[in-house]
């Protein structure tokens, strides 16, 4: 099983339309949990980290499931502008991050 | 935040030559990380490069291959050796935030070897 595994996609979508991406990972020992944002030949970007409680910032929710050892993240209202790949990351205990292969998401006007 | 300068943002070298990747951080940072981005592929995590000791390789990584200086707190080099095309990629280069866990990158270094 890979460390982190991510919805394959791509996505494409609608401007306007809800989408949903979900990530599982291996480590169960993992302590910390983000999603980050790559453009098109960018560099990758934190989008926002996620907590047990679940958080929002925004049109984004990020949701986390220990037991299931599960992530997910949520973006509603679609724009444009949120065309980018979607990285998962995994922090284990020794700080070192696990990056998922990322989902394209492509918003269709 | 930080601000994270590296250079060259692009090369094309020829097969057996090797390339020096600088990164510059606009403040001190204990650590300093080098990723490899192969196209389709997640980030993975090459070193890390810690001042005053020599770098920490992950499995599959080796300091001929890549060897890298961290002469002072703000900068770090990472050396491509005997490039063969198989090393095509992005390198990253970036600093952390220890309590958060958060990962500032460079704007990545694009390579492509004939």
């Known amino acids: 099983r890979k460390e982190v595994e991510q919805d394959p996609g791509p996505f494409n979508v609608p401007e306007g339309a809800t989408v949903a991406f979900n990530c599982t990972y291996s480590n169960s020992a993992s302590q910390s949990f983000f999603w980050y944002r790559q453009d098109c030949r960018k560099e990758p970007k934190l989008l926002m980290s996620v907590y047990s409680s679940g958080n929002e910032d925004g049109r984004f929710t990020a949701q986390l499931n220990r037991a299931s050892q599960y992530i997910s993240l949520l973006i509603r209202d679609s724009k444009l502008s949120d065309s980018a790949t979607y990285l998962c990351v995994v922090r284990g205990s020794n700080y070192k991050l696990t990056f998922g292969k990322g989902t394209l998401l492509t918003v269709n006007p | 935040s930080a601000v994270i300068s590296q250079k060259p943002s692009r090369d094309i070298c020829q097969r057996g030559t090797s390339l020096t990747i600088q990164c510059q951080v606009d403040?001190?940072?204990?650590?300093m990380f080098w990723y490899r981005q192969q196209p389709g592929q997640s980030l993975t995590l090459i070193a890390t490069?810690?001042?005053?000791?020599?770098?920490?390789?992950e499995s599959g990584f080796v300091i001929d291959k890549f060897p890298i200086s961290r002469p002072n707190l703000t900068f770090s080099t990472l050396t491509v050796s005997n490039m063969s095309p198989e090393d095509s990629s992005i390198y990253l280069c970036?600093?952390?935030?220890?309590?958060?866990?958060?990962?500032?990158f460079g704007e990545g270094s694009r390579l492509t070897v004939l």
């Open positions: 403040s001190q940072v204990t650590m």
């Open positions: 970036s600093v952390g935030v220890t309590n958060t866990g958060e990962l500032f």
């Open positions: 490069a810690n001042q005053g000791s020599e770098a920490t390789y």
